[in-house]
């Protein structure tokens, strides 16, 4: 008995001695460089559940601070009484989409709360999911509906709305608007979205002043354009074009229609592009703004870790003591100062639009306590370091520090708590190693967040890319211009020699309606061919031993051409600026000048088409109305489109005549009938005319 018992005590004091030694193994390392903390904690849905389920238990409706710029806490009451309808207890949960990581959220929140009902899950933009507990509702049809049959811009509160309306109606009602929903979503990829995007936005302004200038100048440009290809004259090549005796109020109207046009397209652009906000997210109250940062600040003066509880919690009990040890110490530590530590998300949707310095110094102004001021953002891993009035180099905290403990490394990106408890007690270290400076350091002022109000509202539509597009506007209308009058011109010239457009010299191709501006240009244009046309006769003849008058017909075109010399004051090189010129004798200088030049050319006839003489030779003679009113005629000769609506539509012949430019009291008269009757005396033939301008010629000699 002696013996067991003196061995039971050597067992005792044997089993002493090692539990000894290896507690002083375990210390070893902390006389070192302190404990090792583990190396990848759980991370706590619970705790994150346990949160959200008190809120609930506090009111059925919880709407997270982190969001304001997306879903402001103002809204709870609206999504409290849209819950009301559904007819059973219903409990919303609005939270940010990446803070919820884990499936089953929304039954470890039933499982605390303890309460049966309708549970709904939203982020800021829609409702993600829905679990009836105890009651018999079709809460994933609803929210099926809910995601896919109203845009993905609707907004989370006309979402939820949405879910109200089909969580009411019977189950196979709502299974069927379910199937039907996720049907479309295949078929269509969803409804459009309502609201644009400053881009889009841009986009109209571009496309309103590309209108605004491109309409107007097209119209200013092709209306005279096509009007004189019409009328069968060359395009205008200089501005001193303006037709005399033209009414004042038609040689406005064009720029009239265009200036109208371009009003009428400033004042409708505003009425169509009538958008004014890029979301459908309210514009927060300052309550909204500030709610985040004061209850992280409310934390830090309890506490200098403070971790959101509506997230993941990313740090252990462990890890939570050891930091609590290591910011006593360097508070303790010469130069050093508090240290606090803030673990929460930053989005782009929170008040600070996701930018980590503008949320450490809200809170720093809201604390009004000097520290170093660490931002860890739980979702991304990101370590964000920021100075506020300690010893220490606030630029070299911001560019020095490492970024294995910024950023992390790949092994920290693995791990689901992105291995911040690990990092953040390697800061601490960093922070005792960091010189001290003699002055206390400020990280500075960040820039300001983007205004709420102005944050979803888009630009004025006659801004931004407006202004190009003004240019762009007279550039396209110059270019199209360039390209009618290249398709013109070739569609013209192709025409010409398959036969379906009429030639310059043909019937068709003469203007009803000259201008006196045309006539002068066709008139010098005539003068000049003829008069080369006899040089080349008379270069001819010499070599041959002859004279032009040996020539047949040679007489007549020296006669005609004589005569339309007489008319243009003898000067073919001339402008024929002369105001005595009026369009009737420039009218009578083409005939007469064109009569000559087909004579030289041994055209024996002798008559041009009376009722235009623009169209060239006749070819027989008919019975003309001169008038819609008379019943009796007169035997004119008439070229062969004349002569054929003479015989089909001899009513409506007298409509053809040609017009020259009038006077104030008559805009147009007909040719026939102006400069006292100098060119009706062609109803007789060329001959005719040129006897009536040496009897005038004679006259004022």
């Not at 039954?107 to 679990?131: F, K, M, N, P, Q």
């Not at 005399?244 to 505003?270: E, K």
Request: glycine share 8%; hydrophobic share 40%.
């Amino acid at each position: 008995m002696p013996t067991t018992r003196v061995r039971s005590r050597a067992v005792r004091l044997l089993l002493t001695l090692c539990a000894l030694v290896a507690a002083l193994t375990a210390a070893a390392p902390a006389q070192a460089g302190g404990p090792q903390l583990p190396a990848q904690p759980q991370s706590q849905p619970q705790a994150q559940a346990e949160f959200l389920a008190d809120r609930l238990r506090a009111h059925p409706v919880h709407v997270t601070d982190q969001l304001p710029r997306e879903v402001p806490r103002s809204l709870a009451d609206d999504f409290a009484r849209l819950a009301e309808r559904t007819g059973v207890p219903t409990y919303v949960l609005v939270l940010p989409s990446q803070t919820v990581h884990q499936d089953g959220l929304l039954d470890e929140v039933h499982e605390r709360l303890g309460r049966d009902g309708l549970y709904v899950l939203i982020d800021e933009s829609e409702v993600t999911e829905a679990r009836a507990h105890g009651v018999r509702v079709p809460a994933e049809a609803a929210a099926t509906v809910a995601r896919y049959e109203l845009p993905v811009d609707a907004g989370p509160l006309a979402g939820f709305e949405r879910f109200v309306e089909v969580v009411t109606k019977d189950t196979a009602e709502a299974e069927r608007l379910a199937a039907a929903a996720g049907e479309s979503i295949r078929e269509d990829g969803g409804p459009e979205e309502l609201y644009i995007g400053p881009a889009d936005r841009r986009n109209q302004s571009f496309l309103t002043g590309t209108a605004v200038t491109g309409v107007p100048l097209s119209i200013l440009l092709l209306v005279p354009y096509i009007r004189r290809r019409r009328r069968g004259a060359p395009p205008a090549r200089d501005k001193k074009k303006t037709a005399a005796g033209t009414p004042l109020w038609r040689r406005l109207a064009v720029p009239a229609v265009a200036l109208l046009t371009g009003a009428v397209i400033a004042g409708t652009a505003p009425l169509v592009f009538d958008q004014t906000r890029s979301s459908a997210a309210p514009t927060p109250s300052p309550q909204d703004m500030s709610a985040r940062v004061e209850r992280v600040a409310a934390g830090l003066a309890e506490d200098p870790v403070y971790q959101d509880p509506e997230s993941p919690q990313r740090l252990s009990a462990p890890q939570v003591t050891r930091l609590h040890d290591r910011i006593d110490r360097f508070a303790r530590s010469e130069g050093g100062g508090p240290v606090y530590v803030t673990v929460v998300p930053h989005l782009p949707e929170d008040e600070s639009a996701g930018d980590g310095e503008r949320f450490a110094a809200a809170v720093h102004a809201k604390l009004q306590k000097d520290g170093v001021y660490v931002a860890a953002d739980p979702l991304s891993g990101y370590i964000d370091v920021f100075n506020h009035g300690l010893r220490l180099d606030s630029y070299e905290l911001l560019l020095d520090l490492p970024e294995s403990i910024a950023y992390g490394s790949a092994k920290a990106d693995e791990a689901e708590d992105h291995l911040l408890g690990e990092r953040l007690d390697a800061l601490m270290t960093f922070l005792d190693e960091m010189p001290r400076t003699e002055e206390p350091h400020d990280s500075g002022t960040p820039a300001s967040a983007p205004g709420p109000a102005q944050e979803h509202a888009l630009p004025p539509l006659f801004a931004t890319d407006f202004w190009p597009g003004l240019v762009v506007g007279a550039l396209a209308a110059l270019l199209l211009l360039i390209m009618v009058s290249g398709v013109w011109t070739a569609v013209t010239r192709a025409g010409r020699r398959i036969g379906w457009t009429p030639g310059p010299g043909s019937p068709e191709a003469a203007p009803k309606a000259p201008s006196a501006a045309y006539l002068r240009r066709a008139a010098r244009a005539e003068l000049r061919a003829t008069a080369a046309a006899f040089e080349r006769t008379a270069g001819s003849d010499d070599d041959a031993g002859a004279t032009p008058s040996s020539h047949a017909g040679s007489r007549n075109a020296l006669d005609r051409y004589e005569a339309a010399k007489s008319l243009a004051g003898d000067d073919t090189s001339a402008d024929l600026r002369d105001p005595s010129l009026d369009p009737a004798r420039l009218l009578a200088i083409v005939v007469l000048a064109r009569a000559a030049r087909v004579a030289l050319e041994g055209d024996s006839d002798s008559r041009c088409c009376a009722v235009n003489p623009l169209h060239g030779r006749a070819t027989a003679r008919h019975h003309v109305r001169m008038t819609a009113s008379g019943y009796s005629g007169r035997l004119l000769p008439l070229c062969q489109p004349c002569g054929i609506a003479a015989t089909l539509t001899p009513g409506d012949l007298h409509k053809r005549f040609l017009t020259l430019p009038g006077t104030a009291q008559r805009a147009r008269v007909r040719y026939d009938e102006a400069s006292n009757g100098l060119l009706a005396s062609l109803y007789s033939g060329y001959e005719g005319l040129v006897a009536m301008v040496r009897r005038r010629v004679a006259r004022v000699g």
